[in-house]
């Protein structure tokens, strides 16, 4: 034990934020209300079986369970690894597969912070003209994303994609707590709209995707607007932090159309 003892604190705030009432979070965790009690307040030191109890029905992303384990005074339950480091190479070679064989459709895995970890390069030929220099590497997926001086002049449906993406973010920082994704969220929406963009209240349809799901609309370089529907892939069960932070973005065809010019971008020799 490290000989910490402040947990009473960040259990209530996790509490609040779940929006649980002691008696709840309590009988779920198969302890009395006037144990948990204690606990948050101090009077009581849980054990480590409790706080890992705790964790779980409080749906802790692996990141806050090793915190909530160090408030209470007790060692990490969960390692964290670099992705490119040992141990985590057949997870590695397992997102570059996936992301491989996408093609010819994009795909990219990015970590908690958006920052890129691997990508097919299936946008790439769609980001000529951009100053990528303006962006630092490794690159942050969502600031070349919405930053007027990076993709969001090209994104036929901005206003629309913006509010997807903002909205996806400020769960994250719900589920997780972390600042740096609070700070993240408060630097993307104060961005300049581009001029491209037009008015916040333009209609953005969603006939492009049949209406299921918000498209991602780009334009190209000559002019033509691709669609894209997206999905998100996270791995099962991970008992690993960093393995646990990790998210596969992958972009399908929303339109006949789109298919054709990504097929055919395929074919074309590399330059």
């Known amino acids: 034990m490290t000989g910490r003892n402040d947990i009473g604190p960040r259990l209530r705030e996790w509490r609040a934020r779940r929006k649980l009432t002691q008696a709840e979070l309590a009988g779920d965790s198969r302890i ?13 030191r849980p054990s480590r079986e409790l706080v890992l109890r705790l964790a779980e029905r409080l749906e802790l992303p692996l990141r806050e369970r090793n915190s909530l384990l160090f408030a209470a005074g007790f060692a990490a339950e969960y ?13 590695r070679r397992a997102i570059d597969a996936i992301i491989k064989g996408h093609e010819p459709y994009p795909a990219f895995a990015v970590d908690r912070f958006w920052t890129l970890v691997a990508s ?13 220099s303006l962006f630092p590497m490794p690159l942050n997926v969502l ?29 994250q920082v719900l589920v997780s707590n ?10 993307l929406a104060a961005y300049a709209p ?10 953005d349809q969603l006939e492009a995707s049949g209406g ?3 498209p991602f609309q780009l334009r190209t370089p000559s002019g033509e607007v691709l669609s894209f529907f997206s999905t998100t892939t996270v791995f099962g069960t991970p008992i690993e932090v ?8 992958c972009f399908y065809p929303a339109d006949p159309a789109t298919a054709a010019i990504l097929h055919t971008q395929r074919a074309l020799p590399a330059r």
């Open 212 to 214: 299921f799901a918000v």
């Open 32 to 44: 009395s209300t006037r144990h948990l009690s204690f606990v948050e307040t101090g009077r009581s």
């Open 178 to 187: 972390d600042s740096a994704l609070a700070k993240l969220h408060r630097e």
């Open 194 to 203: 581009p001029a491209e963009a037009g008015r916040p209240d333009a209609a």
């Open 79 to 91: 390692p964290e690894k670099p992705l490119s480091g040992p141990g985590l190479e057949a997870m």
């Open 143 to 171: 600031r070349f994303t919405l930053d007027p001086r990076g993709l969001a002049p090209r994104i036929a449906n901005y206003w629309q994609w913006r509010s997807h993406m903002l909205s996806k973010l400020a769960r």
């Open 242 to 249: 960093t393995l646990s932070e990790v998210s596969l973005e």
């Open 120 to 132: 097919n390069g299936g946008f790439h030929p769609y980001m000529e003209g951009i100053d990528r």
